[in-house]
């Protein structure tokens, strides 16, 4: 199927009692057995339940993946993996990734004796460089939140598979649209749904898919034993935001795409992070595994002071301030003190991450009202 049929058809069945067309939100705990271990599949709803099963599979396809796992949040299905390690293990991650990822890792899986080695994931030879024997995953985003930079999956999934290490790549910035790590080597996949693939800020979500079906089952019983599952209510939402995805998707670059230009010619702004600039260090590997360059951003102002961009942060009418991305409403966020405020100062600033920067989730509203919006803020 092309993409744009499979996103609305990808796990929907019609239910088999009425026909409906959707998925029912079967809001149940627990399934009547014929006999004790005698049921029709489902026995509790932590381990199984049907509208989950269906945003599971729905999931799958649509990463080109032939298992997907959902979870209550995000940072649930990180977890989820992390989990798959154990003590004395070690993870090379991005030096500029999510702050809750990285809170997740320092404050959380440190205790436990796994040690992270942070590297610069556009450079292949430095990630190559910080493998040790007991390196057992690789933890990337592409691109990365906030600053847009690039990695090559397939140059790194190769690395990886040389040494018998995994390979986990969070997609959420670029969505199943834009993106499908698996078809480049990647074992794992993780989304925040909560972002494009819910795409209306009104759920939490994450989701996790792989192609291994032994992997598969060890992630399937940690979700189950550990029980970071998200409600049929949630999972409802989630399948009927995939279905608009490809038209969400292509607003969002098309709108992105105006947006960025728009800054990067703004007498006023500094320095534009975004992946789809052609003179951009990442732009010939995000042309290669990318189907488009998104609705994400980041901008520093020339007046680069706390001060001013605080100004301007408070100042838009059309943008939001407000934390997550990915909605079909325009968001701005300070990643400082937002997004990114548990990354230590010292590491944001040695990482790029200004105490200045401005980062954009550009939604799919006219681009004219957006730039307009943009104009009043930032001044001429």
């Known amino acids: 199927m092309k993409p744009a049929t499979k996103f609305i058809h990808a796990g929907a069945e019609p239910d088999p009692s009425t026909g409906a067309i959707m998925t029912p939100i079967y809001q149940t705990s627990t399934y009547v057995q014929e006999a004790p271990g005698k049921n029709k599949g489902y026995e509790y709803a932590r381990s199984q339940n049907p509208t989950r099963k269906a945003l599971e599979e729905a999931l799958a396809v649509i990463e080109n993946g032939k298992y997907g796992l959902a979870f209550s949040s995000g940072v649930a299905a990180t977890d989820a993996v992390l989990k798959l390690l154990a003590p004395g293990d070690e993870v090379i991650a991005g030096n500029d990734m999510y702050g809750g990822t990285y809170r997740l890792f320092t404050k959380v899986f440190e205790k436990f004796g796994i040690r992270f080695r942070y590297v610069d994931m556009t450079d292949v030879s430095a990630i190559a460089n910080a493998i ?138 500094g ?86 920067l401005i980062r954009l989730s550009v939604g799919i509203e006219d681009v004219e009202d957006l730039i307009a919006d943009l104009e009043q803020a930032i001044g001429s």
């Open 132 to 269: 040790t024997p007991n390196t057992k995953l690789i933890w990337t985003e592409t691109p990365t939140n906030p600053l847009m930079n690039i990695t090559d999956i397939e140059a790194v999934t190769a690395l990886a598979k040389k040494q018998h290490i995994l390979v986990c790549v969070d997609n959420t910035f670029a969505s199943p649209y834009l993106q499908n790590p698996l078809d480049f080597g990647a074992d794992i996949v993780m989304h925040s749904s909560t972002k494009y693939l819910g795409g209306h800020s009104d759920v939490i979500q994450g989701a996790l898919i792989m192609n291994d079906a032994a992997l598969r089952e060890q992630l399937y019983f940690i979700q189950k034993s550990c029980g970071a599952v998200p409600g049929p209510m949630d999972c409802f939402l989630v399948l009927r935001g995939i279905k608009t995805l490809h038209v969400r998707m292509q607003r969002h670059c098309e709108n992105g795409e105006k947006i960025a230009h728009y800054l990067r010619k703004h007498p006023k702004v």
């Open 271 to 356: 320095k534009v992070y975004w992946c789809g600039f052609e003179d951009q260090p990442g732009y010939a590997v995000a042309k290669k595994q990318m189907r488009g360059f998104g609705g994400m951003m980041s901008f520093t102002l020339k007046d680069d002071s706390l001060e001013t961009a605080l100004k301007v942060l408070s100042s838009t009418k059309v943008f939001s301030l407000a934390e997550s991305l990915g909605g079909v409403e325009s968001l701005i966020n300070h990643p400082a003190s937002m997004t990114h405020a548990s990354i230590p100062r010292e590491e944001r600033i040695k990482n790029g991450l200004s105490d200045s």
